[in-house]
């Protein structure tokens, strides 16, 4: 039979809230960690990075924070727009340049 | 800069037939990445080159699958035979080596092979 696909979790928002992404990473040896958007149709799009030897890093209406204690990423976007649709990854440098996606999170954005 | 340039957009292909994917990196980026993403297996690394040399090719699927960066502005990813089950959009992304860079991807090439 056909096999079932990937189900993301989804995230809804109210266009104009806060909305907070989070993501679970595998290897504790893991020293760089990047967030990328995807568009419908385009390639993942980097939004922000930080490494593993700070605990929060803050851009443009994004903030990503970083717990290694317990291997937790978290993506907030301050005052969420209509253009801020897309599906959201962690991705993390595992070393020798081999950066490993999570499965990522749809974030819908309600008018 | 144009970014990460790759070819085609899209691929419809019958079973069986050779596919040839294409891409340009950024100019100066030394680090060239082959994923492909599926509903299934999300994205997954394929190969990666540094300095136009492979360097982990352990998540090529099978043999059917070959990558070649003949140099520095260009990498191609080659199905031969292909099959359905390789239906998928495959990305090409660079980045520059030796720090913490972020990786940029290219638009990539849904190929569908029917």
């Known amino acids: 039979g056909e096999s079932v696909g990937l189900h993301l979790p989804t995230l809804s928002v109210q266009e104009g809230d806060n909305s907070i992404i989070n993501c679970a990473y595998s290897?504790?040896?893991?020293?760089?960690f990047i967030w990328y958007k995807q568009e419908s149709g385009k390639g993942p799009q980097f939004i922000i990075d930080i490494r593993s030897n700070m605990d929060k890093r803050q851009g443009q209406r994004v903030t990503v924070l970083l717990n290694k204690t317990v291997k937790h990423l978290s993506l907030q976007i301050a005052a969420t727009q209509p253009g801020d649709s897309a599906v959201y990854f962690c991705?993390?440098?595992?070393?020798?340049?081999?950066?490993?996606f999570g499965q990522g999170t749809r974030l819908t954005i309600n008018p | 800069d144009a970014g990460v340039i790759q070819s085609p957009r899209h691929e419809v292909t019958e079973m069986g037939q050779e596919v040839t994917l294409r891409c340009k990196p950024i100019?100066?980026?030394?680090?060239l990445f082959w994923y492909r993403q599926t509903m299934m297996r999300g994205l997954e690394l394929l190969i990666y080159f540094n300095n136009n040399v492979p360097i982990d090719d352990s998540g090529m699927p099978e043999d059917r699958f070959s990558a070649k960066m003949p140099n520095a502005s260009f990498s191609t990813l080659k199905i031969q035979p292909s099959e359905p089950r390789d239906s998928a959009v495959y990305f090409c992304?660079?980045?520059?080596?030796?720090?913490?860079?972020?990786?940029?991807f290219g638009s990539g090439t849904r190929l569908t092979v029917v």
């Open positions: 100019s100066g980026h030394n680090s």
């Open positions: 290897n504790s040896a893991s020293d760089y």
């Open positions: 992304a660079s980045r520059l080596s030796g720090g913490f860079y972020g990786y940029t």
């Open positions: 991705a993390e440098n595992q070393g020798a340049q081999k950066l490993v």
